[in-house]
């Protein structure tokens, strides 16, 4: 069947295209590179003459109009997981927030308890057989098209056409628009000798045949680059960036000994270069899937020896991790950290790795403290809590009581504070 026609009666210019978002409605958007650029252009060229419209997303790359607190009540911003151009907003509580674990949005909007009217989402030209790829992020945005009133695409030659259960078909679709802009490129981050330092310690913990899940940072990327020599090492995770590209490369990743869906590098959303997104075309290794399959700790505990590797931002001495805010402020979400702390401790021989530096501003301040900031929004619980590293060791948590967590903690903070954490404890009682 030929659906040239089809796609031509749905072909339009973005302004018309963003002329389907009414009063009232949440636009879902997908995370990061996902984001339909001349979609939200268009949508905050045409905010003045709306009125209650949500824009709903994880992660955004770039700063649109609707990023405005003087214009809240046209078009205001929805965050499930901060990103640059939202968190000045969300501190200032001109942008909401959805608390909520990544692998659960797509329930949330499955039983209507989070709305989706419209999904505006980049998306790879059509194939013989009618169908899109929403390759860069399938995450929640495959829930939200079957919620939606309209399906609007911003087709791109530069969107890989990957494989997974991230397809879309002509007939779904309500509107289509081209553009050919290059997608944006998120680089490495920069590795310093304390980033360095922990990911040597998390590096010499994980096995030959261990299955990776690699958040995004210096450290995770720390800990990547001295990977290069493990052998048979798999992927399945939330994020795909160039990092588990390099790794791949290396030949350190053939995926070959996953005991769940072995053989295929398994990830919800991309973030990385041009050479990313290169290798994610029609490559038979590579599946993008929904971020309800991908973040599942049931699903993903079904690969022995899964490894998580996430980053925190302030520990207590219990091991509960705030993440996501510093203090009542918030910073970026909870995302799926904890779905994944979850999935490695309910693996056979699994690791899940918490790590951050142990101190900050300048060595001035601890980050391993005797109890969080007030107000601090706790992402892994003391009950989920398995490893926790610094620059200065691993202090393994799980089957621990509080007094062995505090010894273990104390052990591998910033020397400085190791006494005034001591008499903390002793004051507190926990040792």
């Not at 010499?204 to 720390?222: K, M, R, V, W």
Request: contains cysteine.
């Amino acid at each position: 069947m030929n659906f040239d026609r089809e796609y031509q009666d749905k072909r339009m210019n973005p302004a018309d295209a963003a002329a389907l978002v009414r009063d009232g409605d949440t636009v879902i958007v997908p995370t990061g590179v996902g984001e339909p650029p001349a979609l939200l252009t268009a949508l905050s060229a045409r905010g003045p003459a709306l009125s209650g419209v949500v824009v709903s997303q994880i992660l955004p790359l770039r700063k649109y109009d609707y990023f405005n607190p003087e214009t809240v009540g046209n078009i205001r911003h929805s965050a499930y997981f901060f990103g640059g151009p939202s968190r000045p907003g969300g501190q200032a509580g001109w942008i909401d927030f959805l608390p909520a674990y990544f692998s659960e949005l797509p329930m949330l909007i499955d039983r209507g308890l989070t709305p989706a009217d419209v999904v505006f989402s980049m998306a790879s030209p059509m194939d013989e057989h009618g169908y899109f790829a929403l390759s860069l992020a399938p995450d929640y945005t495959m829930a939200a098209i079957r919620r939606a009133r309209a399906v609007v695409l911003e087709v791109n030659p530069n969107v890989p056409n990957a494989f997974g259960d991230c397809r879309v078909h002509i007939s779904q679709v309500s509107a289509l628009v081209e553009s050919d802009e290059p997608l944006l490129e998120v680089g490495l981050p920069t590795i310093g000798p304390v980033q360095e330092a922990i990911g040597k310690y998390v590096a010499d913990l994980i096995e030959d045949g261990s299955t990776l899940q690699i958040g995004y940072g210096g450290i995770p990327d720390a800990v990547v680059m001295q990977l290069k020599h493990k052998h048979d090492l798999g992927i399945h995770t939330e994020m795909i960036g160039d990092g588990i590209l390099t790794l791949i490369e290396s030949g350190a990743v053939t995926n070959r000994r996953k005991t769940y869906l072995p053989g295929k590098t398994v990830a919800t959303f991309a973030l990385g270069s041009r050479r990313l997104y290169s290798f994610m075309d029609r490559n038979p290794a590579l599946e993008m899937h929904p971020v309800d399959f991908t973040n599942d700790p049931y699903l993903a505990a079904r690969n022995d020896k899964l490894v998580a590797i996430n980053a925190t931002l302030q520990i207590d001495l219990l091991g509960q991790c705030g993440s996501e805010s510093l203090g009542a402020t918030p910073y970026s979400g909870t995302g799926g950290q904890v779905d994944f702390v979850r999935a490695a401790n309910r693996s056979r021989d699994g690791k899940a790795f918490i790590v951050l530096p142990s101190t900050a501003k300048g060595d001035t301040i601890s980050r391993i403290v005797p109890s969080l900031n007030p107000g601090t929004h706790i992402t892994t619980s003391k009950n989920d809590i398995n490893y926790v590293v610094t620059e200065y060791g691993v202090a393994q948590l799980r089957g621990k009581t509080a007094r062995e967590r505090c010894e273990a903690l104390i052990a591998i903070a910033h020397p400085d504070f190791r006494g005034e954490l001591r008499a903390a404890a002793r004051q507190i009682r926990v040792m």
